[in-house]
Each structure stands twice: as structure tokens, then as C-alpha cells.
């Protein structure tokens, strides 16, 4: 058995969080209307400017008599982007100049790495881009209650292992290649899941099936290996005989650091 080490790459996200208190703004939602008593304004910062991905809405669904019913509204809106999908709860048009309004001012400013910056993957962010120095006018009855910021910092070590097998759903598997996900915290890092790919074996005559696995795994100390598939010891080894030498700098965020979702810094 063998694993073979190939290429790390390096992942930095960085992300604000923007409160707003609102009074005198409704929302229609799937032909229901809601009044807005808080906003919450999901920034990503990209391309030297932060962009809205998406706002929180919360509040009370009203009654056809005008008065707040018991239910309440948790609903994602997205900026219009003219593109008319129907499936989309636009965000009003007074909570987004507000959000503009109360934009992160901060310029992130991460050290180079010395390894290759992994490309993203996925969907692109949508929503209104605000360049600097552009502003938007805060509306009467909309208050900025707070702004956080998330720093993520990743990296990814591709492996190429021989001669492993893991167990995902009761099918054996034959693991061909493998990635280490590393989390930067405290100061260090962590490695906090492999994801493996590679072949069924088939049970009757074990030879490889056309049917994959991609499965993210847990190193069995991780608290939350319980769930899911563990990774096999001898990958988490190479792993940490292989940690990325790179210790990451940011300069300093004037919002605090949100305590809602975990922290890459």
C-alpha cells in the first residue's frame, strides 16, 4: 500500500454580516404578505469589492384584517437581478439601499501563499456589487444594528493512494484519490476532512463496478466522526506528515468577528 502526495492549494473567503433593525417595509411570499422587523445582509467579499449574496428576512406574517399573526416569516431574498426567476423572493428595495447604505468598510488584505490559490467552483455570487466608494442612502425606519466579518482560511493536498479500501453505505469501495481539507485555526491547522473517490468493488468477484463514490470522511478523533464515513488512519497520517507550510496574515477587521458560524482566523 501506498499514497503518493500531489499538489496543495490554498482557499481564503472572506465574509461580513450586515443587522438591520426595520420598521415600514413588507414582503409578499408565495402570495402571503410579512412585515420585515429584521434583516440580516450576507456580504462576500470579491474581485477587490464586496458583493450581497443574499438578505435574511425575518418578521410576522399579517392577517387579512392588517393584524401580525402568530407565524412568522424566515425567508432568503435575493437582489433583483433582472433575471425574473420566479422561484426567487426579491429582497425590497429599502432594505437593499439601507444594506448598501451600511456596507463593510474594510479592504481585506490576506498574505500570499506560497501555494496555487484554488479556483472556485460552484455558482458565482449574485446580487448588486458595490464598488468603493459607491453608497447608497439609508432609508427612514431601517437601523444598523451590527456588522461582523468570517475569515476561512483553507487548503487542499491532493493524494493518490494504492491498495486502500474504505466502507461507505455497506459497499466497499476501492479509494484512488483523495483530498485533505484543511482548516486554519487557533493558529494551526487541522485537518478537518478527506474526501475520497474511487470505484464499487463488486461484492460476487471484487472487481471494480462502474458505480463511484465521492464521500467526505472524518479523521476518527474529529468530535463529529460519528457521522458518516471515518477516514482510513493511514491517510490522516501522510496528512499531518504533510501540513502546509504557510501561516496566514490578515490585517485587522474593525467588526467584530461573528460568533454565529465558525471562524477560519
Not at 422587523?37 to 443574499?54: L, Q, S, T
Not at 506560497?114 to 455558482?123: I, K
Not at 463529529?224 to 499531518?240: D, F, H, I, K, M
Request: proline fraction near 7%; aromatic fraction near 8%; include cysteine.
Amino acid at each position: 500500500m501506498t499514497i503518493t502526495v500531489g499538489e496543495t492549494t490554498t482557499e481564503v473567503t472572506v465574509k461580513a454580516y450586515t443587522t438591520l433593525r426595520v420598521e415600514g417595509v413588507t414582503i409578499e411570499v408565495k402570495g402571503r404578505t410579512a412585515r420585515v422587523a429584521e434583516a440580516e445582509v450576507y456580504w462576500a467579499f470579491e474581485d477587490g469589492a464586496w458583493r450581497i449574496n443574499f438578505v435574511q428576512v425575518t418578521g410576522p406574517f399579517l392577517n387579512k384584517d392588517g393584524r401580525e399573526s402568530r407565524q412568522r416569516l424566515n425567508e432568503t431574498s435575493h437582489p433583483d437581478d433582472g433575471s425574473e426567476r420566479s422561484y426567487r423572493t426579491v429582497t425590497p428595495p429599502a432594505i437593499l439601499d439601507a444594506a448598501l447604505a451600511y456596507a463593510p468598510d474594510w479592504t481585506p488584505e490576506v498574505s500570499e501563499s506560497r501555494y496555487p490559490t484554488r479556483q472556485r467552483s460552484g455558482r458565482a455570487a449574485s446580487g448588486t456589487v458595490l464598488r468603493p466608494g459607491q453608497t447608497g442612502g439609508a432609508p427612514t425606519g431601517i437601523t444598523h444594528v451590527a456588522t461582523t466579518t468570517q475569515v476561512l482560511v483553507h487548503a487542499y493536498t491532493s493524494l493518490q493512494p494504492e491498495g486502500f479500501t474504505a466502507k461507505v453505505k455497506s459497499r466497499a469501495a476501492r479509494i484512488k484519490k483523495a483530498t485533505v481539507h484543511w482548516d486554519y485555526e487557533d493558529g494551526a491547522w487541522a485537518v478537518g476532512a478527506v474526501n475520497i473517490w474511487g470505484p464499487v468493488i463488486r461484492q460476487s468477484d471484487g472487481t471494480e463496478s462502474a458505480l463511484n463514490v465521492d464521500e467526505l470522511t472524518r479523521p476518527a478523533s474529529a468530535s463529529n466522526s460519528q457521522c458518516g464515513v471515518v477516514t482510513p488512519p493511514e491517510l490522516v497520517e501522510v496528512a499531518l506528515e504533510n501540513v502546509p507550510d504557510w501561516t496566514p496574515t490578515i490585517n485587522g477587521t474593525p467588526y467584530p468577528r461573528t460568533t454565529k458560524l465558525r471562524s477560519g482566523l
